[in-house]
């Protein structure tokens, strides 16, 4: 490896067939490897443009973003086999293998407590090669695939085996029972195919073992996250089509063919040297980490950071990796001519419920190192304590050790915000408080009870009134106080309160739900 980081790993060009497969990529200049990341390959690219415009629809505060590279190196692949029978919106079968880009499969969407078939068209198509299991139900269907496919079980998804790579907490074991379709009907009326997906006789798993080789396989991405294989309903990858705009397959590709703007930095100094750029700030870290670990090769964040600066462009970054502290210098620099932020990513105190939720992330501790490093160069560091598991890490207790700990550190400010239990993340989540602490689960399921019954991605209003308060308060007793900031009050604070001391709010009080006292909470400190 070459020691010099500043040179593009000179010697590790691609010139097999490997890479040229994958041509045409628009800017293509050329396609790296090394040892030091194993079987991804580096596609350095010649980008037209950096700044990234927010779709006006969206609700984010900002309205710019850079992303120096495209694609990550830790995504999930979820995979069946090229026969899989994958039934389609016409109510034929066809091998997974033959189903195209922009068919019409069946998917699911779930209204309350009901899951109803409806279209779904198919958006990405991809193959790998990855160990092989073997999935037998009670009614003899068989279904080959990698040891993180998901299927949908009357417990919520399940992952086919343990260690695959999947964030699901659970394996099918031979108690599942799988849910599909036993027919499905139309109704014009409602957009609905008809039936509801459910568990039924036959779908119970019988076995599930591994084949002892790895196979070539296949998976979609649809529009609505899942499909039916083999008649059961089936997880598929979150959409990666911002991948195929590069030229380059949303699937394997996406976690293994990493595309590299090298020129950001000098296509970002031209955009914001133009007399129309409003200087309007810019986020970093709104896609993928700007300081993912290639980063300490390519060494792009340099030149982005000097480009705005220069301008006179404000701009944050957001990222939980420690390789930011090699910028401080020049982010210093840069508080001096604009203003600059960096937010940190911090809610979760204990080590263990740390891993079991976010696995493979930073610690905390790791975490506050990066806060105090970032405070002690004086720069403005916002953290973002989200989510607050109700019931794990809401308590008075546990707030007050973490803003106690982030004072310390030299935190700005502290955001809060309750769990968001959004669709697919929502059937792992409860899967695992399902097997680690089971006695909430019933206390989530009012807390995230729908208006119509079922679960909504919201807890109930008057929790996160609760929260925000129990938050204020730790604030208050630390002694956070927003400095006053125009753009922020007008989008955070709109009734212009001042942020000082107000009277505490009572617990709250859901039909159905105890109250939340810090005494009825696990004590986990």
Not at 263 to 281: T, Y
Not at 435 to 448: D, F, M, N
Request: aromatic share 8%.
């Amino acid at each position: 490896m070459c020691s010099n980081a500043g040179v593009r790993w000179e010697g590790q060009k691609i010139d097999d067939g490997a890479a040229a497969a994958l041509l045409p990529m628009k800017g293509l200049l050329r396609s790296v490897r090394t040892p030091e990341f194993e079987g991804v390959t580096f596609h350095e690219v010649a980008a037209k443009s950096a700044l990234n415009k927010v779709p006006a629809q969206s609700n984010m505060p900002f309205r710019w973003t850079i992303n120096p590279m495209r694609g990550c190196l830790h995504q999930c692949r979820y995979c069946l086999s090229p026969e899989t029978l994958i039934l389609m919106a016409d109510r034929r079968q066809k091998p997974l293998r033959e189903v195209k880009v922009g068919e019409k499969v069946v998917g699911t969407r779930l209204e309350g407590r009901y899951r109803y078939f409806v279209e779904s068209e198919v958006e990405a198509f991809w193959h790998t090669r990855k160990p092989a299991y073997r999935v037998s139900l009670a009614d003899g269907t068989e279904i080959v695939a990698s040891g993180d496919h998901r299927f949908l079980t009357e417990r919520g998804w399940k992952s086919v085996a343990p260690g695959g790579g999947s964030d699901v907490a659970s394996v099918l074991t031979v108690q599942d029972q799988l849910t599909g379709p036993e027919k499905i009907d139309d109704d014009a009326r409602t957009g609905l195919l008809g039936s509801v997906a459910t568990s039924r006789a036959g779908l119970q798993v019988a076995a599930v073992e591994p084949l002892g080789s790895e196979q070539d396989l296949i998976d979609i991405t649809t529009s609505t996250g899942d499909f039916i294989a083999n008649g059961v309903v089936s997880h598929n990858c979150f959409a990666r089509r911002t991948h195929e705009y590069l030229d380059l397959d949303a699937g394997r590709d996406f976690d293994t063919q990493i595309v590299v703007k090298t020129n950001v930095a000098e296509v970002l100094r031209a955009e914001v040297s133009k007399p129309s750029w409003g200087r309007e700030h810019v986020a970093l870290g709104t896609n993928t980490d700007p300081y993912q670990r290639a980063e300490g090769r390519y060494r792009l964040m340099p030149g982005i950071i000097q480009a705005l600066a220069d301008s006179g462009t404000p701009f944050s970054i957001l990222t939980k990796g420690p390789l930011l502290t090699r910028d401080l210098p020049l982010l210093q620099q840069a508080a001096q001519q604009v203003e600059v932020s960096v937010g940190v990513s911090l809610a979760i105190m204990d080590p263990e419920l740390q891993q079991q939720v976010e696995p493979g992330t930073p610690t905390a501790a790791a975490r506050l190192k990066l806060v105090r490093a970032l405070a002690d160069a004086g720069l403005s560091v916002n953290v973002l304590a989200m989510p607050i598991l109700p019931w794990l890490t809401d308590s008075a207790e546990h707030l007050d050790l973490l803003h106690a700990r982030l004072k310390e550190a030299g935190a700005n400010w502290v955001s809060t915000g309750a769990l968001h239990l959004r669709p697919g993340a929502r059937e792992w989540y409860m899967q695992w408080l399902q097997e680690q602490y089971p006695h909430l689960v019933p206390k989530y399921r009012r807390l995230y009870r729908g208006a119509k019954g079922g679960f909504t991605s919201y807890a109930h209003k008057d929790y996160t009134s609760w929260l925000a308060d129990q938050a204020a308060q730790a604030r208050r007793r630390h002694g956070f106080i927003r400095r006053e900031n125009p753009r922020w009050r007008a989008r955070n604070n709109p009734e212009g309160r001042d942020g000082g001391d107000q009277p505490e709010q009572q617990e709250p009080q859901l039909p159905g739900l105890e109250s939340i006292t810090p005494g009825q909470q696990p004590a986990l400190f």
